[in-house]
């Protein structure tokens, strides 16, 4: 597959092959969506917590005598059928993650780069490299560009001006080339890769 380079200010730079094992394969849904679902399980805190009898703060008097009063044998209000009683068995502290192989992890990245390239929604760029790293002169570029929701990978580091020009643009991401997930890149309409990050990508990939 080939595909147009263009420069920070719109020009052309050329064009770079891309690979057809990557980036023509045929996405699949159900790769992306468990790829998508095991990075939201584990990103997820997990702190839910609820107090036991045992560690509810409650009188621990018994409430009637054992004989005599016509009703049922309680021995304590921090029994969960009071309120004010402890939880049976609620919510506790643990972790959302769950294993997925790691070639059913490698293959939803290829797809998710496909499924972007196949919708005419991946850009290349040569680098990004810019003259005034200022955010509004880069938030105007991005809007000449036509770039609404971008996510930006480089190489294996991003261009130190570039990123703090960007950190105040919220349409904008920007992400070396080990960062880059299927979740960031689905979530964006349009995908940016540096020259740098192309090449690392596939590498990544092979």
């Known amino acids: 597959m080939k595909l147009d380079v263009i ?22 849904r159900d790769i992306l969506f468990r790829v998508v679902r095991w990075q939201r399980n584990k990103a997820q805190q997990g702190t839910h917590k609820v107090k036991t009898r045992s560690e509810v703060s409650y009188s621990t008097k018994k409430i009637v005598r054992q004989k005599g009063s016509g009703g049922a044998r309680h021995g304590s209000r921090k029994a ?69 929701r971008a996510l930006v990978i480089d190489g294996a580091s991003v261009n130190e001006d570039f990123a703090q020009a960007a950190r105040n643009i919220d349409t904008l991401d920007v992400l070396p080339s080990q960062g880059a997930n299927v979740y960031d890149i689905l979530k964006r309409d ?12 596939e590498a990544r990939l092979k």
Not at 7 to 28: C, F, N, Q, T
């Open 80 to 148: 969960p059928i009071f309120r004010k009683g402890g939880v049976y068995k609620g919510p506790t502290p643990r972790s959302h993650a769950h294993d997925l192989p790691k070639k059913v992890r490698k293959m939803g990245l290829a797809h998710a780069l496909a499924s972007k390239a196949q919708a005419g929604k991946l850009v290349v760029l040569e680098d990004l490299t810019i003259e005034n790293a200022k955010t509004g002169v880069l938030a105007k570029q991005i809007a000449d560009l036509g770039w609404k």
């Open 7 to 28: 420069k920070m200010d719109g020009s052309s730079a050329g064009d770079i092959e891309l690979s057809d094992d990557i980036y023509a394969v045929e996405p699949r």
């Open 190 to 201: 349009t995908l940016v890769l540096t020259k740098a990050g192309v090449e690392a990508l």
